[in-house]
């Protein structure tokens, strides 16, 4: 099943021989050092599938705080559309009072530059909302590619099942390397020796 120079032929001609004593060994080493990388690749496969379980986990954060800036983005709307109304009430009633004399027109001006601070207020929370959507959209496209990034869950991830399965094909050339007796017989017409591919 493997190929490779012949190491070990602890056998002779007319040998009894008994189910599974050895009967000659190819040069393992390489197939050693085959097995060696692949346990490498296995090892890294899961360790690359570790990383990008975080990466999602940081997506799903970055989420939930692009959600949470939507949210004060809102409430700072909610906070400023109250204060127009405040103000606004307040800069008519001034308006209303100067003809009376009940006021002055400092007082008048003072709001109406209260009335145009709250509207600038709201234009930038606005501003603010639409900017947080933007980066909950990122935020969550980001989410997606990570998620399509990972793969599958666990042992059922695609790179982990073919580094796995690459482990079990260089586990197996090494065990192929020694070549044992398969039942109880005699060793007839030997004509391998030492070196031998």
């Known amino acids: 099943r493997v190929s490779g120079p012949i190491v070990r032929l ?25 097995l ?10 899961q360790d690359d599938y570790l990383a990008r379980e975080k990466q999602v986990e940081a997506a799903a954060a970055q989420v939930e705080v692009a959600r949470a800036a939507v949210l004060q983005a809102q409430s700072a709307i909610s906070e400023a ?3 127009i109304e405040k103000d606004e009430a307040e800069y008519r009633r001034q308006q ?24 600038e207020q709201r234009k930038a929370a606005l501003a603010s909302l639409t900017q947080a959507k933007a980066s909950m959209v990122r935020a969550e496209a980001d989410l997606a590619e990570q998620r399509a ?8 991830n695609a790179s982990i099942r073919s580094a796995q399965a690459a482990l079990e094909q260089a586990e197996l050339n090494l065990e192929f390397t020694q070549v044992r007796a398969p039942v109880d017989g005699y060793v007839t017409n030997l004509n391998l020796r030492i070196g031998s591919q």
Do not use: C, H, M, W
Request: cysteine-free; proline content about 6%.
């Open 10 to 34: 602890p056998i002779r001609d007319n040998q009894l021989v008994r189910q599974g004593d050895l009967l000659f060994e190819i040069d393992p080493r390489t197939f050693a050092a085959s």
């Open 36 to 45: 060696a990388q692949a346990r490498a690749q296995y090892d890294k496969a």
């Open 81 to 83: 559309s109250a204060q």
């Open 96 to 119: 209303e009072l100067l003809p009376q004399r009940a006021t002055s027109q400092k007082a008048v001006d003072r709001a109406k530059a209260s009335y145009e601070v709250a509207l």
């Open 149 to 156: 990034n990972l793969g599958a869950p666990g042992d059922a």
